[in-house]
């Protein structure tokens, strides 16, 4: 059985830095999109960042981009999440996905496995 667990989630002042976590296990992956999303209260799940693992290539939303970085290790099935310049925004649970093929990385319906989120809190 998959599981994706993401860790390192917490409360950080505005303009601070948070480095979150993510880690697959249960079988073996090749060829996959790892994506980062987040939900803050009363809103819809919206694309954070993500890499192919073939490639490297890297997407960011425009709210994050410059200030998160996307990682992957790929022989680990590991991944991270660096972001920098936090502001109040960014409040939000954060959830990392494994998608097996090529998909559209922002899209979340593309993803097959989801971790059950970590809290990010940014406070003034």
């Known amino acids: 059985q998959v599981q994706v667990v993401e860790s390192g989630g917490g409360l950080v002042q505005a303009g601070g830095s948070l480095r979150l976590s993510c880690a697959a296990s249960g079988r073996t992956f090749s060829n996959y999109n790892m994506g980062w999303f987040r939900q803050a209260p009363g809103k819809e799940r919206e694309f954070v960042a993500a890499?192919?693992?073939?490639?490297?290539?890297?997407y960011y939303a425009d709210s994050v981009k410059g200030r998160f970085t996307i990682s992957i290790d790929d022989s680990k099935n590991t991944g991270n999440l660096q972001m920098n310049s936090l502001k109040l925004e960014d409040t939000a649970v954060y959830f990392c996905a494994v998608g097996v093929g090529y998909h559209l990385a922002y899209v979340s319906s593309g993803y097959d496995y989801w971790g059950q989120g970590t809290q990010v809190t940014v406070s003034s």
């Open positions: 890499i192919r693992s073939i490639g490297l290539n890297t």
